[in-house]
């Protein structure tokens, strides 16, 4: 009964660290996880789109916030990004290109996720495509917002918390 137990409890464990990552990267704990706990950062701005898709696939809604532009984050909707992380079955990440230098903090990720909307009960795989832009800010990146209503004029200081004035850094980029 306790080697049962014991047997049991190995395959559990097992069964977790195989899953595959959202990502499409190999395993989750050898991928994304590492992220999303906070263990490991992105090394470029590829590393954190991709696991910024597999938290929206796994609802990981805090590192969503986190890696948005520092200044953008309270700005953010949380229960509408939960309820879109939600009502879509996140099939598939396609990573089209990645610009890692457009110039020393900012770079370019193209991607397209797959995905059906479950909330209108399709079967339809549809394609979200975007072309986004990410900053790296003390050597952390973090997502570029262009979706949000910026209440920042040209002069005042960037989003990322550069330093900068916003029209001599991120404006350029969203
Ligand atoms: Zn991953
Ligand atoms: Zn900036």
Redo the contacts with the bound molecule.
Sequence with gaps: MVFAQGYFFYVSIEMTSSQHCPCGHGQYAACCQPLHLKQQFAQNAEQLMRSRYSAFALQQIDYILETT?LGQQAALDRVAIADWSQSNQWLKLEVVQHQPKLDK?HALVEFKAHYCDQNQGDKQAHIHHEISHF?L?QQHWYFLDPTLDLQITMKQP?????G?K?KQ??AQFI
């Design positions: 532009a903090t900053v800010h960037c989003i990322c918390g550069s900068k916003f850094c991120c």
